[in-house]
């Protein structure tokens, strides 16, 4: 067995949902706006270097909180399960992940790589499109927001699926042969502030803005040579 393991973010990693989160907070503020204070549009940009890493709840409350808008708790939760509805009313848009993912997939398993997802998104988003995909087979643990107290850019999730891993495999994996697959900024840093080495695939940013904060760098899974897949994980072919 590999003496690592490989953690996938999920939203922009297996999935393509991120603009979809995007448009799910716009839609949500816009039939909002009463409540928040007038009218407030995220632009891509900003979504994308700033608030791509964040569950809802942070999300919305970093939003509002950067545009002088009330942050109360109530509120918060409102606009929450708002956004979630307005999300999860297209998952069924979804057919494929992302290129290179089922590959990716069917090679660690080949290998016996112990695989687990770490993401800022909700249990139930991430379950309902890996059945979709027909890919939750391949995942041993899902640490979701749900799970940890801190999201991402803390590394509480990264460090609590590499533990979930080693349960269940009941195995010695070691940090310096896993990996993590991530998309932004600050996935980037929560894993490797857990000293965990990251792949990051440029669905979100710009390859060469992705280069400065992943340790590899690619545009998508399906650029990923194996052999090399292989070198960082330990596994002697």
Same mark, same amino acid.
């Given at each position: 067995?590999?003496?690592?393991?490989?953690?996938?973010?999920?939203?922009?990693?297996? #999935?393509?949902?991120?603009?979809?989160?995007?448009?799910?907070?716009?839609?949500?503020?816009?039939? @909002?706006?009463?409540?928040?204070?007038?009218? %407030?549009? *995220?632009?891509?940009?900003?979504?994308?270097?700033?608030?791509?890493?964040? !569950?809802?709840?942070?999300?919305?409350?970093?939003?509002?909180?950067?545009?002088?808008?009330?942050?109360?708790? #109530?509120? *918060?939760?409102?606009?929450?399960?708002? /956004?979630?509805?307005?999300?999860?009313? /297209?998952?069924?848009?979804? #057919?494929?992940?992302?290129? $290179?993912?089922?590959?990716? %997939?069917?090679?660690?398993?080949? &290998?016996?790589?112990?695989?687990?997802?770490?993401? !800022?998104?909700?249990? +139930? +988003?991430?379950?309902?499109?890996?059945?979709?995909? /027909?890919?939750? &087979? @391949?995942?041993?643990?899902?640490?979701?927001?749900?799970?940890?107290?801190?999201? /991402?850019?803390?590394?509480?999730?990264?460090?609590?699926?590499?533990?979930?891993?080693?349960?269940?495999?009941?195995?010695?994996?070691?940090?310096?042969?896993?990996?993590?697959?991530?998309?932004?900024? $600050?996935?980037?840093?929560?894993?490797?502030? #857990?000293? *965990?080495?990251?792949?990051?695939?440029?669905?979100?940013?710009? %390859?060469?803005?992705?280069?400065?904060?992943?340790?590899?760098?690619?545009?998508?899974?399906?650029?990923?040579?194996?052999?090399?897949?292989? @070198?960082?994980?330990?596994?002697?072919?």
């Amino acid at each position: 067995m590999s003496r690592g393991c490989v953690i996938f973010d999920f939203d922009g990693v297996i #999935a393509d949902t991120e603009r979809l989160h995007l448009a799910a907070y716009n839609h949500t503020l816009a039939q @909002h706006e009463s409540d928040i204070g007038g009218p %407030l549009e *995220i632009q891509p940009s900003l979504y994308f270097t700033r608030y791509i890493v964040y !569950g809802d709840h942070e999300g919305l409350f970093h939003m509002l909180r950067d545009h002088g808008r009330s942050t109360e708790a #109530a509120l *918060i939760n409102k606009l929450a399960d708002a /956004k979630h509805h307005s999300f999860e009313q /297209k998952l069924g848009d979804f #057919a494929e992940p992302l290129p $290179g993912v089922r590959e990716t %997939l069917a090679w660690l398993e080949q &290998h016996n790589v112990p695989r687990a997802i770490c993401s !800022g998104a909700r249990r +139930e +988003e991430i379950v309902t499109l890996l059945d979709a995909f /027909k890919l939750r &087979h @391949h995942f041993d643990v899902l640490v979701t927001i749900e799970d940890v107290r801190m999201g /991402k850019p803390d590394p509480e999730g990264y460090n609590l699926a590499f533990d979930k891993l080693n349960l269940e495999y009941d195995a010695e994996l070691e940090k310096a042969f896993s990996l993590v697959i991530e998309d932004s900024a $600050g996935g980037c840093s929560a894993a490797r502030s #857990a000293g *965990i080495r990251v792949l990051g695939v440029a669905t979100s940013l710009p %390859l060469e803005q992705l280069q400065r904060c992943a340790t590899f760098a690619l545009e998508n899974l399906s650029h990923l040579d194996h052999p090399q897949l292989a @070198h960082w994980l330990g596994i002697h072919q």
